[in-house]
C-alpha cells in the first residue's frame, strides 16, 4: 500500500497548493490536492458542492477523498482546510504518522493569509466576512492542527519555495 511522503494541512491562504506543488517538484514526486479529487468525483465545483448539496455533503465527500488518497497516494498531498475535522480522517492521519509519515501544519497569520482568500469566491466557507470568518475557523481548528501534526512551520516569513526548502530539510 502507498503512503504519501509528506501530507500538508493548515487554513485556507497557508499556501498548501502553492508550497506543495515545489515540495513535490523537489522531492521529485507528484502532488495531489483532495479539493481536487472531490471536485472530480462529483463533477462540479467546491462552490457549487456547498451551494447545491450543502456542507454535510462536502465534508463526506472529503472524508472519502482523504482516505482514497492517502492510501493511493505516493508523493505530496495537500488537504482541504477543514478536512483534519473529520473524526475518521484524524484517525487515519494519527496512524499515518505513528507508522513513520510526515504531516505537517503550515502555520500562518490573519495577515499573511488574508490577501490570498480576501475576496474568493471559491472558499464558501468564507463568504460574508472573510477575516472574521478566518479567524474564527482558525481559532477552532488551531488545536486539531497541532494535535495532528508530526510538525510544524511558521510560513509568515517564508516564501512558498523556502517553505518547500524547509519541510524537504535543504534549508
Ligand atoms: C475549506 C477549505 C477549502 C475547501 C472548502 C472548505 C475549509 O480548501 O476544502 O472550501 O473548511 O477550510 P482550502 O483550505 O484549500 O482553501
Redesign the pocket.
Known amino acids: 500500500m502507498a503512503a504519501p511522503r509528506v501530507v500538508l494541512i493548515?487554513?485556507?491562504?497557508?499556501g498548501?497548493?502553492s508550497v506543495g506543488k515545489r515540495l513535490a517538484s523537489l522531492l521529485e514526486v507528484t502532488w495531489r490536492?483532495?479539493?481536487d479529487d472531490?471536485a472530480t468525483t462529483a463533477g462540479k465545483s467546491?462552490?457549487d458542492i456547498?451551494l447545491e448539496d450543502g456542507?454535510p455533503r462536502?465534508r463526506e465527500l472529503?472524508a472519502q477523498a482523504v482516505a482514497v488518497a492517502l492510501a493511493e497516494h505516493d508523493g505530496v498531498l495537500?488537504?482541504?482546510?477543514?478536512?483534519v475535522?473529520d473524526p475518521r480522517t484524524e484517525g487515519l492521519l494519527a496512524t499515518y504518522v505513528a507508522q513513520g509519515g510526515e504531516v505537517v501544519f503550515l502555520d500562518v497569520s490573519l495577515a499573511k493569509a488574508a490577501p490570498r482568500?480576501g475576496l474568493?469566491a471559491?472558499?464558501?466557507?468564507?463568504a460574508g466576512n472573510p477575516r472574521a470568518r478566518w479567524q474564527e475557523?482558525m481559532a477552532a481548528?488551531r488545536p486539531v492542527y497541532e494535535r495532528v501534526a508530526s510538525r510544524r512551520i511558521d510560513t509568515d516569513a517564508l516564501t512558498p519555495a523556502q517553505a518547500a526548502a524547509r519541510i524537504a530539510g535543504l534549508e
Open positions: 493548515g487554513p485556507p491562504g497557508s498548501k497548493s490536492d483532495t479539493d472531490i467546491i462552490p456547498f456542507e462536502f472529503e495537500s488537504l482541504g482546510g477543514g478536512a475535522l482568500v474568493n471559491a472558499r464558501p466557507l468564507l475557523l481548528r
